[in-house]
């Protein structure tokens, strides 16, 4: 995504920003680091979040599915 776009959650509703109630997100995905991976230098094998970014406050809104 690149402009802010409406998401829609698997069970079909729209995602909602906690704090402002924006309804607009730029979609990212980040790495879900844990020490003993990084530990070992196998960051590379850790799990990935899909975060979504309020357009409006800043605000992350974390996700694994």
């Known amino acids: 995504m690149d402009e802010p776009q409406p998401v829609t959650l698997p069970n079909g509703r729209t995602l909602k920003c906690d704090t402002c109630e924006n309804e607009l997100f730029e979609m990212r995905r980040w790495k879900l680091q844990t020490t003993g991976m990084t530990f070992m230098n196998?960051?590379?094998?850790?799990?990935?979040?899909?975060?979504?970014?309020?357009?409006?406050?800043?605000?992350?809104?974390?996700?694994?599915?």
């Open 42 to 65: 196998l960051d590379w094998a850790n799990r990935d979040a899909t975060c979504f970014v309020c357009s409006s406050c800043r605000r992350i809104h974390w996700f694994h599915w």
